[in-house]
């Protein structure tokens, strides 16, 4: 017999667990929208008076971006070794704690205290939450529930801008609304967590590891595998596109109200009312990518998809900036992104490495992309007052180079771990031939 168990643990339904564990993608995005939007309103808009200054909200953007990347790291490599459940339980409480922080003080320590834990729990928290829907899911529907879960992400953009469409005048307190929010979801999820068993293929992958059978996913669970054959084209793929797609589009993601406010001379509210209508585009992209993710029509519509990004990050630039231009470049952006940016990155990262590997890869990943991004969000506030133009132009680039990185190294990939991970390896150095047929 070449595993303990001949069939899975019975568990709950693939499309629940997708729906409470991509809650993290709701969280993620969410903050990473809201809590930029939140510091605007902390923002001190003539000198001497009091609140953050320019460089502050960069700082703590930066401080959110880099937490979030130190809790990839954490949190992929512990859900690999320690389990699913225990790490993703353990991050949502981390992120309650973070939002509830600010109320202590609204000065630059609280919040880089209370921005920092929110970071890092939401950094953890998306690793281990990716796979355990992948690993709860088939060949099937894998696909279409981690663009699901993905979905979950737009909803997550639309109550932030919502909060900044009612609270945006409100100054101060309507930054603490918005963390407060965001403090009482984390606390629902994490209510919702507790519903959500251990993964049952992780505990096969344990159970063979501790008894000394060698199967795929038992054995591949050292990090220096990622520097191995046949995982180090996707792993260094993955890191290449996305590290340079994500910080392409954390401009208009995290600064978009930044600009709105400081180049277009745009409110608050006025520039969000107009962006909620990147809500329904987010709904017909991940719809319709929803209907051809797992067919092979996957690489033409991220081709398409990667196209429609960069073109649509030079319509400020090409329209001059003004507030139907950032709208516009906005609706494109998402909808576009709905084919070529996180959803194929998380599909594509959980369909590459084996069980022991899964969440440290998407760990990793996540990581090294927030870290670079982290960087420049630093610097952003003070390149849209310098040149706006300049940064546009600079993020297209960056956009167009990331996306072709993804398409040379995925594709002709054919290979999908979910069909060989349980198969026997007669030592843990032997490689793994792929599966041709699939």
């Known amino acids: 017999m070449s595993q303990l168990r001949t069939t899975p643990r019975p568990g709950p339904n693939a499309w629940w667990v997708g729906f409470v564990c991509g809650m993290a993608t709701f969280v993620d995005t969410g903050v990473t929208t809201g809590v930029p939007i939140a510091l605007v309103l902390f923002q001190a808009f003539s000198p001497g008076a009091p609140g953050l200054t320019a460089n502050e909200v960069g700082l703590l953007t930066g401080a959110l971006t880099a937490g979030v990347a130190i809790g990839s790291l954490l949190g992929g490599r512990l859900g690999d070794r320690w389990g699913r459940r225990t790490v993703f339980i353990a991050t949502m409480a981390l992120i309650l704690v973070g939002a509830v922080t600010p109320f202590i003080g609204v000065s630059l320590l609280s919040l880089l205290v209370g921005i920092a834990l929110i970071g890092i729990g939401v950094g953890a928290d998306l690793p281990v939450a990716l796979a355990t829907i992948s690993e709860a ?10 663009v699901f879960s993905n979905l979950l992400g737009g909803f997550g953009i639309l109550l932030a801008v919502l909060l900044a469409i009612n609270f945006g005048a409100s100054g101060p307190t309507g930054g603490l609304i918005i963390f407060g929010t ?3 979801i984390a606390l629902g999820v994490l209510l919702l967590r507790l519903t959500i068993p251990e993964s049952a293929v992780w505990l ?8 000394g059978i060698h199967t795929v996913r038992a054995e591949r669970g050292r990090l220096r595998d990622f520097g191995r054959a046949p995982y180090r084209r996707s792993f260094l793929t993955l890191i290449g596109f996305y590290t340079l797609a994500a910080m392409a589009t954390s401009v208009a993601g995290s600064f978009g109200t930044f600009v709105a406010v400081n180049v277009t001379h745009a409110s608050i509210a006025e520039y969000n009312s107009w962006t909620i209508l990147a809500m329904p585009a987010a709904i017909v992209g991940a719809l319709w990518f929803m209907a051809v ?5 996957r690489m033409s519509y991220y081709v398409i998809g990667a196209i429609g990004v960069v073109v649509a990050n030079l319509l400020p630039v090409l329209l001059g900036f003004s507030l139907p231009a950032l709208i516009i470049s906005t609706v494109a952006t998402v909808f576009f992104g709905a084919f070529c940016f996180e959803t194929i990155m998380k599909v594509w990262t959980q369909e590459s490495f084996p069980t022991m590997l899964r969440a440290t890869a998407q760990g990793t990943v996540y990581a090294v992309s927030r870290f670079a991004t982290a960087g420049l969000n630093v610097v952003t506030p003070a390149l849209v007052v310098l040149n706006p133009g300049a940064l546009y132009i600079g993020v297209s680039i960056l956009a167009a180079a990331g996306f072709l990185v993804g398409w040379l190294g995925f594709r002709r990939n054919v290979r999908n771990e979910f069909d060989l991970e349980s198969e026997l390896v007669t030592a843990p150095s032997v490689a793994v031939t792929t599966n041709p047929a699939h």
């Not at 993710?293 to 029509?297: A, F, H, N, P």
């Open 293 to 297: 993710v797992d067919t092979k029509l």
């Open 204 to 211: 096969a992958a344990r159970d063979e590891r501790r008894a």
């Open 137 to 146: 899911a088939k060949d099937r529907n894998r696909g279409k529930i981690l």
């Open 182 to 184: 965001f403090g009482a």
